[in-house]
């Protein structure tokens, strides 16, 4: 793939993304799982910016972003949009990783791929983390923690 359109896909993927999460986090409100709506919310708006700073970059480098958005399910059980997440984080880890090498010549760029991949790495673990709770307390204890302010 070349540059330019591995950058467009990262824009789609990130707002789909996004857009995914905000409706998973309303979900998560509307239930009662405020904890839970909070965080992914946060990370629905940090997605967004994400996509937002991909256009950003696209603009400066004389490219025209397209207006486009990855689809991705919607998903109304709690563990099931966890893992749904570590799996996405699973692929998109690697695939970040390896698309480093095409931008050798744009330092620009890389950095701002490489803050990305710890902003992955960084949900990745928590996801995990979240994942290893339902496993050691059980669902319905990790449900009720998820209630809290």
């Known amino acids: 793939m070349k540059k330019i359109e591995l950058l467009k896909a990262f824009a789609k993927g ?3 993304n996004s857009q995914q999460h905000s409706i998973h986090a309303q ?3 509307e239930r009662g799982f405020k904890k839970l709506a909070d965080k992914i919310m946060a990370e629905s708006d940090e997605e967004w910016e ?13 490219e025209t972003p397209v207006v486009e958005i990855e689809n991705y399910p919607i998903i109304d059980d709690v563990k ?3 893992e749904f997440d570590l799996k996405e ?17 744009d330092y620009v760029t890389k950095n701002m ?4 991949i710890l902003d ?17 307390i059980g669902y319905e204890n990790y449900l009720i923690e998820q209630m809290g302010e």
Do not use: C
Not at 121 to 135: A, S, T
């Open 14 to 16: 990130w707002f789909g």
């Open 27 to 29: 979900i998560l409100k």
């Open 50 to 62: 994400e996509a937002k700073t991909v256009n950003a970059r696209l603009i400066k480098l004389g």
């Open 80 to 82: 099931k949009m966890l």
């Open 89 to 105: 984080s699973e692929q998109a880890l690697p695939m970040m990783s390896k698309s480093l090498a095409l931008f050798d010549d």
């Open 113 to 116: 791929i490489e803050k990305f």
């Open 120 to 136: 992955e790495q960084e949900h990745y673990d928590w996801v995990k983390e979240h994942l290893n709770l339902i496993k050691e």
